[in-house]
């Protein structure tokens, strides 16, 4: 939940319009005494007056001043989505500025390690580190700096508008998350910032074709996977299809591990419920996939996602809540492989038939 809900009446309608007006109007003053009145009606607001206003909230964020509290405004879009507004109305202006305060805050780290020593570690992502000194030392227009700075700064703050979105709409997945992805990774990879959640969001794979091989029993399997928030949701899925379905032996999950991840309805805060491991997860080259990781880690091999189960090495268990709670995942199993086709896969492995 972005927002706890504040009781306090306030006449959203209007309030909105008026800072419709004086965005247009480029009115800074009443801009910001609006955008306040605006927050604080929001979060009094029934689920019915928020539908309408996401969309409005987000299509202000290109016309913020991009040093303005624009990761704030999304906040309030995506507080709008998670009362019912729809996703794909406000996904595009969302996961815009998502990506810009990316790459602004990529932009950031490069400036600043140009400017700067051997060792010279980028500093912590707090508003605190910016002065004047700060400013000059990334260089260029004062303005594009601080802009760069602030982007370094607040850029986790779109991380939950985005995932609004993100969760709860397959379609805004294939329209914007391939391109988001590196940059958010690569940001993530200088360890001054929290991006799991994103990444991990914008790596979800939809009506996505695996090939599994179950190399104990020399089976295989064609399965289609989509909405999956990491490899525990996977792991379950897979034991559930296979295992549950009677293709391979093992144990399979219980009924309650399958339903947490599956259902459409989330469950509220975190639950006692257990899943155990069926398989060892393995690449072609027999590299471990962890449980840690994602359906993407899935190497493709002749266009298909190829994944290999093995007996599990250990015993090995996990909280069976999903990763995302507002988005179930599916993993069908659509056909049976012949052997000549297992025998083919298998030559893609570091095993024989």
């Not at 996990?318 to 083919?344: C, I, Q």
Request: aromatic residues 6%; negative net charge.
């Amino acid at each position: 939940m972005i927002f706890r809900r504040k009781q306090k009446p306030a006449d959203l309608a209007a309030v909105m319009l008026e800072l419709e007006q004086a965005v247009a109007a480029r009115d800074g003053d009443r801009t910001e005494r609006v955008f306040n009145a605006a927050m604080s009606g929001l979060q009094s607001a029934t689920g019915t007056e928020c539908v309408p206003v996401g969309p409005r909230l987000a299509a202000l964020l290109p016309a913020f001043p991009p040093t303005g509290p624009r990761p704030m405004l999304a906040t309030m879009a995506g507080f709008c989505v998670e009362r019912g507004a729809d996703p794909a109305a406000c996904a595009e202006p969302l996961l815009n500025g998502t990506y810009r305060d990316l790459l602004d805050a990529l932009e950031f780290a490069r400036r600043w390690a140009v400017a700067g020593g051997a060792g010279d570690e980028l500093p912590e992502a707090d508003e605190k580190i910016i002065d004047d000194a700060l400013i000059a030392r990334l260089g260029g227009e004062a303005h594009e700096a601080l802009r760069l700075a602030l982007a370094w700064c607040s850029v986790e703050q779109w991380q939950p508008p985005a995932l609004a979105v993100l969760c709860r709409s397959a379609e805004v997945r294939r329209r914007h998350a391939s391109a988001i992805l590196p940059a958010c990774r690569n940001l993530a990879a200088l360890e001054r910032h929290d991006l799991k959640c994103l990444a991990y969001a914008l790596a979800i794979l939809d009506d996505e074709p695996l090939v599994v091989l179950h190399r104990p029993t020399g089976t295989g399997f064609e399965v289609r996977i989509g909405g999956i928030g990491d490899n525990f949701q996977l792991h379950t899925l897979l034991a559930h299809v296979l295992v549950g379905g009677g293709h391979v032996p093992g144990t399979a999950p219980s009924a309650e591990s399958v339903r947490l991840a599956t259902d459409p309805e989330p469950a509220q805060g975190r639950t006692g419920a257990i899943a155990s491991g069926a398989f060892e997860l393995l690449t072609p080259d027999g590299e471990r996939i962890w449980n840690e990781g994602l359906p993407d880690d899935i190497p493709v091999v002749e266009g298909r996602r190829l994944l290999v189960l093995d007996e599990p090495m250990y015993s090995r268990s996990w909280n069976a809540d999903r990763f995302f709670p507002m988005l179930p995942g599916t993993a069908e199993l659509t056909r049976v492989l012949s052997a000549d086709e297992v025998k083919t896969w298998l030559t893609y492995t570091c095993w024989t038939s």
